[in-house]
């Protein structure tokens, strides 16, 4: 005979276990939208920050150095703050050609950075290195790309710009800008 009794407790059981972990995965649920939260605002407090920040490196400090002509100092703490000329740049898509031109035509071609890309089958590795320069004369496709990456091209400009030669501005997208730069000192090392 069956315990009927038994059975019924065995299915409310069930019920409330089934509901003690439905309430768990919706508590988590809750914490997780928390957490969600919390990084978004941190995020938004950070990117706050440093907007406040290069403000001030940037506009605010590099205007009042310059209004009573200095160009460092150094804090309390052994910090030194200089005024600092820097520049950003940058060869966009409509402007590679000419931008490249003007580089192989004024002897900095080996800015340049020159790659090949040639796809061949699986298995054919050693057919590929071989082919290498035989390419186009054996009918294979061949795509060349160029570009000049960003911090060498930075480099170039300050270094041009700093030796008083001309550059094409527009071509790679000069802007100047001063901004301050703070450094700390090293901290000493402890006498043995």
Request: contains cysteine; glycine residues 4%.
């Amino acid at each position: 005979m069956i315990d009927l009794e038994l059975v019924v407790n065995d299915v409310e059981t069930e019920k409330n276990k089934d509901a003690n972990q439905l309430q768990r995965i919706v508590l988590l649920a809750n914490i997780l939208v928390d957490q969600q939260n919390r990084v978004t605002d941190l995020e938004n407090q950070l990117k706050t920050a440093k907007e406040a920040v290069s403000k001030t490196e940037r506009e605010d400090l590099p205007l009042l150095m310059k209004e009573v002509g200095l160009k460092e100092f150094k804090l309390d703490n052994g910090a030194l703050v200089e005024l600092l000329t820097d520049v950003k740049c940058g060869i966009t898509e409509a402007r590679k050609p000419a931008a490249h031109k003007w580089l192989v035509d004024n002897g900095f071609s080996g800015l340049i950075k020159t790659e090949v890309v040639v796809p061949f089958d699986r298995g054919t590795h050693d057919e590929a290195i071989e082919m290498a320069e035989e390419l186009i004369a054996e009918g294979h496709e061949c795509n060349i790309k160029e570009s000049v990456h960003a911090q060498t091209l930075k480099s170039f400009v300050k270094e041009q710009l700093e030796a008083g030669a001309a550059l094409p501005m527009d071509l790679f997208g000069v802007f100047s800008y001063e901004v301050v730069e703070v450094t700390m000192p090293k901290p000493k090392k402890a006498k043995k």
